[in-house]
Every structure is written in structure tokens, then in C-alpha cells.
């Protein structure tokens, strides 16, 4: 569809237009009607699931044609696992509280008057996604659950799929009495339809970008919309000289071997040169079991057992999303913060160390959205802070930092009582 | 200075370099080493009285050469009264709370770390503002108490007014052994400054307009940073059929009259049809002895005693900030909110009713950044809501809405603790 660009505009303008009357509507909800909305959508899913692999295999097929790689084939796949897993998200979104009316710092002024604030829906929230299907129904649970409308542009590889499951979610707004065009899913795979969205501010309200680093620069650089965003995870472990060495050596295994290629990975570990003679050689012992390739600055080296490649500069601020590590020997606990806040990216780093005014000192003085005390960095994520779901972790300052659930989707209005009272 | 533009761009590089790093400094001071700065500055400006007043003859000498109105003049204006109120501004953002290192919300999670948030600076603030040279002591107060640095450009009718305060501003950070560059006042009047600051998003962190609208809307969308912006104040007050006559009555009287000139002014009133024969007459005599303008609907022009402009589509969406006010008479609840939905602009809107389920359906259905029941729109005010000062007020969604105080200046980011907690 929308072969030339007159089309695709009024396409867009109309979705747009669309999408801000269904907020309106949207707010209004209450927490029952969007969450039987969201168990019906799970239902249907559920008994389209034939449908829905029918239009993924026709996906699967195109992206095998024009050559995919091994592993976005397998992100685009919609196994019966998969599915599942996107009928258990809609079924957990719909027990979480819901964030919208709540009500809160009711304080009385001295004039007399009451203010506090309640949370209420951001208003249109536009998402743009790479290969995986299934972040059209996680996107599309968060910002129902939340009482925003959607507007959702996923991969063109993925376009047969999302539109199947746009076809579900279409009929469960349906039948739960919600607006359709609550969610909408972009259908069309020209690539201009970005660059529209990204200059609707009329309609849409926010802009959330998931994919990969280019992806996300280039939608921060050209949104006239405000956008929430997630760049890299360079993530640093810092094992300070009063470390216990059991829990810096857990922490650090568990820090980068956890999981690969994940955001909240460490990257690079620092290390207090009065403890490093103590807990390299185990420390390497480990990661070398594990298949770990380690990097090591001059201090390292000379330290370290065996051959150790040299870091170089780039390395410290290389998000490897791989079985890489980076190791710095540092003077002290200064020194560490200083690596961080220069090569880091405000993303999730830990300190190791039993000395309290340290760990007080670093809570302060990193400048990242999670920093931690004798955690791993893998806890950094909206199911384990407790959010109930997530959609993304922002790196930005302004509005949400750190991991992105329900809250995120919400902003605060103030709101007054009197009794008819006036300013003097 | 800086007469060709690779200077300036030079010039605003390293201004910029240098207020990332103070930044990092200023993060880290303690509450009472930044209330001393203030208390400094304060004191200093008292001494340098004569100084700041001659430079301000200057500003005031020039603009009258160059025709400024009145009114612009009246604003350059730094009387001894002006002064004073910079002084005591100080004074009272010294007294606030500290909003820096404040910990909430400390959780624990069923995988045993303890989770919570840190309130920390933004960083860089950039404010962009007109002729009122005041302005550059009140951002420069809030932005150094809530532990951010400050980039400010003011007008170029202020610039030797403006380049006296921030002498003094120098003196107060270098005497309470803060960094100089916590507070960098724009040395130039080159137009081109601004843009260079809109476009250093490795600076600064988040821009903050204030003046009038065209100069809001063309800094916010030229802007590579985060804007945090006011654009109108059109507020209305709906009095519903369920009304205190009397409260009615002194909350739209208060709303239009208190002052003209304010974004908080009423400049539409809405009546419900049942209640409007009974409460016009004596609104109309009251608005007309002070000398307000009325515009009104077809259905008021015929309640009317006396002859009464009529309200064009143009009034409904017009700030007059002026002894003009629209009213138009609705059928009900819904037809009101629908109005302020579509003419409104976000800022604050009033109901005045007894009804408990009306005033709430009010509440969540008027999308606005503050919300009344039975108070004046006169009330929307950082200092009236208990903020202590305010920089502006958001009509924005993200981040901040409504009066931005110190909060508003800060974020929060996640802090872990966990006794070497890793994930499963």
C-alpha cells in the first residue's frame, strides 16, 4: 500500500488523528475495562495462533530469500513458545496496579488551598521497533495498561507478523468496548512512514526507539518529538581494595557471564590495585573457564598468569555485547569513578566493598541511572526493580532513568481544592 | 567581542566545556556550602549596588535610544525595590530543602536486593531569556541550589545589567570556594549564540525558554536539547450548574481581575446553561466596574443587559493577557471539558461545583497541567504550591508540568544494594 508520498502522508496524518481521539477516550477507562481488554486480546491470540505462524512463516520465507542472518531469523520467529510468552506478558500486565488517577502529596497551604498531584497518561506514545513480532503486543500491553493510545511502526521483516497480531489486538479492543485505533500498528513497509511519525508532534507525544544504537541515533537526531531512549550499556564493575573477595568474585562471574548480549552486561571491570594481586588469579581462572577473552590494561598484564591482550583506548568504551572483558587496575576508588563517568554510559555500575563511606561516596558521585553496592549489574531491569514489565531502559536524564515500565508511560498533573477559594 | 563567528563558536565551546565540568563538581557539594554561595552572592550584590545601578543606566540609556516601549524599559529597570527582591530571592532558595542525595522509596525486592531512587542535578541548564535582568539571579539561584551549573543568556537590552550580576555571582562562588564556571552568564549579543547553545547537547543537558511565545516556539524547535517550555496560559474557570453562587462569583472575578497580565489569568468562562440567568447579571456588573471587555456566545449575548461584543472562533483561542474576557454558555459538564480539551492550552483550568462525581470526572477528563475544583486559576504559582521558587511553568507532559521548582531541576536514578547479591 501507499506507493507515493501523498498517500502515505494523508495515511499518516489520519492514523495520527486517530490515535489522539482514541487517547482521549483512553484516559478515561477504568482499571477493569482495559484489563479485560488486554485477557481478551491474550485469548484471541491464543486461538489465532494458527494464523498468526501462517503470516509469520511468510515472513520466515522472505527473510531467508533475501538472506538474513542466522540470528535475526530467529528474533523474527514466532515459535509456540514465543506465543506463549506474549499471552503470559498480556496476562501480567493485566494484574499490575494501574498507574493512572493514582493521587498523591495531598498537603494543605497556608492560603488554605489543597494541592497534590495525579498521574495521568502521557497521551500518544509512538514506538519504533526492529525484527521481534512480539514487541508489538508488549508495546501494545504497557501503553494500554497505562491509558496512552499507540502508535507502533515495526521491521518490515516482521510486517506479515505484526499485522496479524495487530488483527488480534483489533478485535480484542473490540470486544472489550475500548477504541480500535487505541493501537495501531503502521502498515506499510516504506520507510518514510519513520520519518513522518518522528514529525507529528500534533499526535504523538513521545517517541520511543528499540533496536540497535544506529537505529536509535538517527530517530534522536531527527524527532521533532521527544524521545526516551536507550543508547549504549557500557557497564563497570569497580572491586574496591575493602571488598569481600567472595562476593567481588561472584558479582564480577555474574556480571559479564550471565548473559552476553545484554545491555546490563559489565563490560569493563576496574579493579583497586591493593586488592588486585588477591583476586586476578581466581578471577581469571573463572572467566577463562567460561570462555571469556580478557583485555587487560599495562598493571593487569603484568599481573595476570599468562598471555593477556593489551586494552587499548577503544576498549573502555566498547560495549563488546560479547564474551569480552576489559579489566583496569585503578589507584583507588577516585580514580574508578572518574573511568566511569568518562568511558561509561550512564547506563548500571557497581561497586564491591564492605567500607560504608565509600559506598556512600560512589552512590553519589557515579552518574549513572542505576548504580549499585554489592549487587551484579545483571539485576538492572524493570521485572527485577519490581516495575512488572518494561519497555525499554532509558539512558536519558530528563523525565524516566533506568528501567522504563508503567510509570514511565504516565506524567503528573497538579490538582487544587478549595472551597472557593481566591488569591489575594 | 567575538565578532566573526568561528571566535564565538570557540567562545561557546569552551563556556560549554567548562559548565560540564563544573557540573560534575557541583553535584557533590553540600547543602550548606551552596547556601553560603547564595548568601554570598547575596551580600555582594548588596555592596555592589552603585556598580550593578550605573551598568544598568547604561542598558536603560541605550534602550531609550533605541525606542523601546515603556513597558520593556519599565521591565530593564533595576530599582533599588528590584535589588532588594534578588537579595531576599537568594536569601529564600537558601532556606529551601536541599533536593540533592534525597533517597525514597527503598524496597526490597524477592531476590533480596534492595531497591530505591536518588535524587540527583540534571547537569547543564541552559536558560534563554528576554529583557528582565532579575531573571539571571533567580535561575542562577535555583540552578546552583539544586546542584546544577548554568549556562544563561538574557536579552541583549540587559547585557551590562547582566554582566554586573554575574561579576557579583563570580565573586559569591569564588568566596565560598564553589566552581566559577557553576554560573557562566553569555558575554556577547551576537543572535548567534543562542542557536550554538540549542546545538550542544554534549553541554547541556536541558533548555529553558522564558519570555514570550514566539521566542519559546523558535527555541523549541530548533533545539538539539530537551526543552523544557510554557507556551500560552489559556485558562478557563466552568461554572456548573451545581455551584456556590457566591464562590462562582469571587473565583471568576479573582481569576480574570486579580492581575491581566499573567499566564494564570482566566480568559474564557464557561457557564452551564441551568445556573447562567442567575449568575451573570451580577458577574457582568462586577467585570464591567473594573473596566473588563466582554466577548461573548450567541446564548450570553441574549442573557446580557446591555449590548456585548460577540465571541468569534478566534477569542476561544486567544490569551488576551488584557481586561478581555470571552464566556460562553454550555449545555453541560461534558461540552465544557470538550472546550478546554480543544481551546485550552494545557496550563490551568477551574470547575466550580458542589457536586463530588462532577468535580471528579473534571479532574481526570480536563487534560491540563493543573486541575481546580473551587479555587482561583490565580493559585497556578510555584511559590502558592509550596515549591519554594519557581523557574517557569511546564505546559509540557514529559519530565516536569506545571510550576517547575527545584525538583524540576533534578532526576532520579536507581540506587541497589544488595551483600553480593547476583542474578539467577
Not at 491464543?46 to 511468510?58: G, H, K, P, V, Y
Not at 520465507?61 to 503470559?88: C, F, N, P, W, Y
Given at each position: 500500500?501507499?506507493?507515493?508520498?501523498?498517500?502515505?502522508?494523508?495515511?499518516?496524518?489520519?492514523?495520527?488523528?486517530?490515535?489522539?481521539?482514541?487517547?482521549?477516550?483512553?484516559?478515561?477507562?477504568?482499571?477493569?475495562?482495559?484489563?479485560?481488554?488486554?485477557?481478551?486480546?491474550?485469548?484471541?491470540?491464543?486461538?489465532?495462533?494458527?494464523?498468526?505462524?501462517?503470516?509469520?512463516?511468510?515472513?520466515?520465507?522472505?527473510?531467508?530469500?533475501?538472506?538474513?542472518?542466522?540470528?535475526?531469523?530467529?528474533?523474527?520467529?514466532?515459535?509456540?513458545?514465543?506465543?506463549?510468552?506474549?499471552?503470559?506478558?498480556?496476562?501480567?500486565?493485566?494484574?499490575l496496579a494501574d498507574p493512572v488517577g493514582e493521587?498523591?502529596?495531598?498537603?494543605?497551604?497556608?492560603?488554605?488551598?489543597?494541592?497534590?498531584?495525579?498521574?495521568?497518561?502521557?497521551?500518544?506514545?509512538?514506538?519504533?521497533?526492529?525484527?521481534?513480532?512480539?514487541?508489538?503486543?508488549?508495546?501494545?500491553?504497557?501503553?494500554?495498561?497505562?491509558?496512552?493510545?499507540?502508535?507502533?511502526?515495526?521491521?518490515?521483516?516482521?510486517?506479515?507478523?505484526?499485522?496479524?497480531?495487530?488483527?488480534?489486538?483489533?478485535?480484542?479492543?473490540?470486544?472489550?468496548?475500548?477504541?480500535?485505533?487505541?493501537?495501531?500498528?503502521?502498515?506499510?513497509?516504506?520507510?518514510?512512514?519513520?520519518?513522518?511519525?518522528?514529525?507529528?508532534?500534533?499526535?504523538?507525544?513521545?517517541?520511543?526507539?528499540?533496536?540497535?544504537?544506529?537505529?536509535?541515533?538517527?530517530?534522536?537526531?531527527?524527532?521533532?518529538?521527544?524521545?526516551?531512549?536507550?543508547?549504549?550499556?557500557?557497564?563497570?564493575?569497580?572491586?574496591?581494595?575493602?571488598?569481600?573477595?567472595?562476593?567481588?568474585?561472584?558479582?564480577?562471574?555474574?556480571?559479564?557471564?550471565?548473559?552476553?548480549?545484554?545491555?546490563?552486561?559489565?563490560?569493563?571491570?576496574?579493579?583497586?590495585?591493593?586488592?588486585?594481586?588477591?583476586?586476578?588469579?581466581?578471577?581469571?581462572?573463572?572467566?577463562?573457564?567460561?570462555?571469556?577473552?580478557?583485555?587487560?590494561?599495562?598493571?593487569?598484564?603484568?599481573?595476570?598468569?599468562?598471555?593477556?591482550?593489551?586494552?587499548?583506548?577503544?576498549?573502555?568504551?566498547?560495549?563488546?555485547?560479547?564474551?569480552?572483558?576489559?579489566?583496569?587496575?585503578?589507584?583507588?576508588?577516585?580514580?574508578?569513578?572518574?573511568?566511569?563517568?568518562?568511558?561509561?554510559?550512564?547506563?548500571?555500575?557497581?561497586?564491591v566493598t564492605e567500607d560504608f563511606s565509600r559506598?556512600?561516596?560512589?552512590?553519589?558521585?557515579?552518574?549513572?541511572?542505576?548504580?549499585?553496592?554489592?549487587?551484579?549489574?545483571?539485576?538492572?531491569?524493570?521485572?527485577?526493580?519490581?516495575?512488572?514489565?518494561?519497555?525499554?531502559?532509558?539512558?536519558?536524564?530528563?523525565?524516566?532513568?533506568?528501567?522504563?515500565?508503567?510509570?514511565?508511560?504516565?506524567?503528573?498533573?497538579?490538582?487544587?481544592?478549595?472551597?472557593?477559594?481566591?488569591?489575594?
Open positions: 500500500m501507499n506507493n507515493n508520498t501523498a498517500d502515505l502522508e494523508q495515511y499518516m496524518e489520519n492514523l495520527g488523528r486517530q490515535a489522539r481521539t482514541a487517547a482521549h477516550l483512553m484516559a478515561q477507562f477504568a482499571p477493569d475495562e482495559k484489563n479485560s481488554a488486554l485477557l481478551k486480546i491474550g485469548q484471541i491470540i491464543d486461538s489465532e495462533r494458527e494464523m498468526i505462524q501462517r503470516e509469520n512463516a511468510r515472513d520466515m520465507q522472505q527473510g531467508k530469500a533475501d538472506g538474513l542472518s542466522d540470528a535475526m531469523l530467529d528474533r523474527l520467529l514466532l515459535s509456540d513458545a514465543r506465543i506463549d510468552g506474549m499471552i503470559e506478558g498480556l496476562q501480567q500486565v493485566a494484574t493521587i498523591s502529596d495531598m498537603r494543605y497551604r497556608p492560603s488554605g488551598i489543597q494541592i497534590g498531584k495525579m498521574r495521568v497518561p502521557l497521551g500518544v506514545i509512538g514506538i519504533v521497533y526492529e525484527s521481534r513480532p512480539n514487541v508489538t503486543i508488549d508495546a501494545a500491553a504497557l501503553c494500554l495498561k497505562s491509558g496512552n493510545a499507540a502508535v507502533l511502526r515495526g521491521g518490515k521483516e516482521a510486517i506479515h507478523s505484526n499485522q496479524a497480531i495487530y488483527r488480534c489486538i483489533q478485535q480484542g479492543l473490540r470486544e472489550a468496548g475500548l477504541p480500535e485505533s487505541a493501537v495501531q500498528v503502521v502498515n506499510t513497509i516504506d520507510r518514510n512512514a519513520v520519518g513522518m511519525m518522528l514529525n507529528m508532534p500534533e499526535a504523538i507525544d513521545v517517541i520511543i526507539p528499540r533496536g540497535g544504537k544506529s537505529l536509535i541515533e538517527r530517530i534522536a537526531s531527527d524527532s521533532k518529538i521527544p524521545v526516551i531512549k536507550h543508547l549504549d550499556g557500557i557497564c563497570h564493575v569497580y572491586i574496591d581494595d575493602k571488598a569481600d573477595l567472595d562476593k567481588a568474585l561472584n558479582i564480577a562471574i555474574n556480571a559479564k557471564t550471565r548473559r552476553y548480549g545484554v545491555c546490563n552486561a559489565m563490560e569493563t571491570l576496574l579493579i583497586a590495585s591493593g586488592i588486585a594481586q588477591s583476586i586476578l588469579p581466581a578471577l581469571e581462572k573463572q572467566l577463562q573457564d567460561k570462555g571469556v577473552e580478557l583485555r587487560g590494561c599495562e598493571r593487569t598484564r603484568q599481573l595476570s598468569n599468562q598471555e593477556m591482550v593489551a586494552a587499548t583506548e577503544e576498549d573502555w568504551s566498547s560495549e563488546y555485547l560479547a564474551a569480552i572483558l576489559s579489566i583496569k587496575i585503578v589507584d583507588d576508588m577516585e580514580q574508578a569513578i572518574a573511568h566511569i563517568n568518562q568511558y561509561g554510559s550512564q547506563h548500571t555500575d557497581a561497586i559506598a556512600r561516596q560512589f552512590m553519589r558521585d557515579v552518574d549513572s541511572s542505576s548504580v549499585m553496592v554489592n549487587a551484579s549489574t545483571a539485576f538492572a531491569d524493570g521485572f527485577e526493580y519490581g516495575l512488572g514489565a518494561e519497555i525499554g531502559i532509558s539512558t536519558d536524564k530528563l523525565h524516566a532513568r533506568g528501567p522504563v515500565g508503567l510509570e514511565g508511560l504516565t506524567s503528573q498533573k497538579y490538582i487544587v481544592f478549595g472551597d472557593g477559594h481566591i488569591r489575594s
